[in-house]
């Protein structure tokens, strides 16, 4: 608890996940992926002034929580067997059974399981060949913004988000990406490549995006009708 701040703050019918951060100027709410809301407030604010910026936004809190009830409540179920489909940079590929104990492989268009295997693997496999592939990927978006920041990449389940940086200039990547078509990723790793810059998503925030990706927009409404169709299962959060 900081300056009386909770991990949960309850304002009306709303249930806020609190942080603080001393990096932090203003407030940034932020509704995540499993439709929960999370507050990062600078140190120095209090309980009332943090309540009245949820209040201030909660018109806005109202529609991106109908957006993520909506989106979640699509998500096809997958099976592990042969001729289910999996996405791998935006495009679907068959899932071939093979002998227990094989490792996961593309091979000539399928995606290889061991009949032991399971989601375990598959989340393995996306994190192994995702790491090296965004490494190379994000090296001219961040040349292109400057983002000396920028000092690795690691790819991890992150929940229900795309992507998060640290203070150290880390970014972290969900496994998940990797079902993306590559211009979507494309706007996945600009955008946490913007947050080393501004830590808000504010109009300074969105400025840099634009500057770097004009046209962003289109992106980012893709990429929000595009989730609920990826393979996100529970073991693999």
């Known amino acids: 608890m900081v300056n009386g701040l909770p991990g949960m703050l309850r304002v009306g019918d709303l249930e806020v996940i609190v942080s603080v951060?001393?990096?932090?100027?203003?407030?940034?709410?932020?509704?995540?992926?499993?439709?929960?809301?999370?507050?990062?407030?600078?140190?120095?604010v209090s309980r009332g002034e943090l309540i009245r910026v949820i209040e201030a936004k909660r018109s806005w809190l109202y529609g991106k929580l109908a957006e993520r009830r909506e989106l979640g409540e699509t998500r096809p179920a997958r099976e592990y067997v042969s001729g289910e489909g999996f996405p791998y940079l935006g495009r679907s590929y068959r899932l071939r059974i093979v002998e227990p104990g094989?490792?996961?492989?593309?091979?000539?268009?399928r995606l290889e399981l061991g009949e032991d295997g399971g989601a375990g693997e598959l989340v393995r496999?996306?994190?192994?060949?995702?790491?090296?592939?965004?490494?190379?990927?994000?090296?001219?978006?961040?040349?292109?913004?400057?983002?000396?920041?920028?000092?690795?990449l690691r790819v991890r389940p992150l929940g229900y988000r795309w992507?998060?940086?640290?203070?150290?200039?880390?970014?972290?990547?969900?496994?998940?990406?990797?079902?993306?078509?590559?211009?979507?990723?494309?706007?996945?790793?600009?955008?946490?490549?913007?947050?080393?810059?501004?830590?808000?998503?504010?109009?300074?925030?969105?400025?840099?995006?634009?500057?770097?990706?004009?046209g962003y927009q289109d992106r980012r409404e893709r990429l929000r009708r595009l989730g609920p169709d990826l393979w996100l299962p529970e073991e693999g959060r």
């Open 21 to 44: 951060s001393d990096r932090r100027k203003s407030v940034r709410l932020t509704v995540e992926r499993d439709a929960s809301v999370t507050a990062v407030a600078p140190s120095q």
């Open 163 to 214: 992507g998060s940086c640290s203070l150290n200039g880390r970014l972290n990547m969900h496994w998940a990406t990797m079902q993306l078509p590559p211009t979507l990723i494309d706007y996945v790793l600009v955008h946490e490549l913007a947050h080393l810059r501004r830590g808000d998503h504010g109009s300074e925030f969105w400025r840099l995006v634009e500057r770097t990706m004009p």
């Open 102 to 109: 094989s490792r996961v492989r593309l091979v000539r268009g």
């Open 125 to 152: 496999w996306y994190c192994g060949v995702g790491e090296p592939w965004l490494k190379r990927r994000i090296q001219p978006w961040a040349s292109r913004m400057g983002a000396a920041e920028w000092t690795g």
